[in-house]
């Protein structure tokens, strides 16, 4: 099974999955897998479809939120947030290697209102270093109107 790395209780994050990787990663007791990868970014890597597939066979929600060398959007951080919340337990977000996916939960998060600081540190716990996007999680996190209200998670 792939390498997955806590974030915190509602996040994780991991390098490419495979189809059979699943039924192990529901019963580690993920109820939601993000795939922030493209199709056909490399050579063999499983299709989201078959990731789709595998995942609703297992009873776990799945949505699509690629992220390509074009970087993040305000869409994409919208949709990560709304899986996230959608998710009635953790969600298991794969990309290439899981930087990209802890970087799209990061700035999705600081939109919502979360401390970067905590991202920061929560990344870091999990083996990934958000220090290239500390301005944007700063700005993203002042613009949020209610900061100090964010949802715990979000």
């Not at 792939?2 to 189809?19: E, G, H, K, L, M």
């Not at 009873?59 to 074009?70: D, E, K, M, R, S």
């Not at 949709?79 to 969600?91: E, R």
């Amino acid at each position: 099974m792939a390498d997955i790395r806590t974030i915190n209780d509602r996040i994780s994050v991991a390098p490419q999955i495979a189809p059979d990787d699943l039924a192990a990663i529901r019963a580690a007791g993920f109820v939601a897998i993000v795939n922030n990868r493209p199709d056909e970014e490399e050579a063999g890597q499983p299709s989201g479809e078959a990731i789709r597939a595998a995942a609703e066979a297992q009873g776990l929600a799945y949505t699509a939120i690629p992220v390509t060398h074009a970087g993040f959007s305000h869409p994409q951080l919208d949709a990560m947030a709304a899986a996230l919340v959608a998710a009635d337990g953790p969600v298991l977000a794969y990309c290439r290697s899981g930087t990209r996916s802890c970087n799209l939960w990061a700035l999705a998060a600081a939109k919502a209102g979360r401390d970067p600081e905590v991202l920061v540190q929560q990344a870091r716990a999990a083996g990934y270093d958000l220090g290239g996007l500390r301005p944007t999680l700063d700005a993203l996190a002042a613009a949020h109107p209610a900061a100090d209200e964010a949802p715990p998670q979000a």
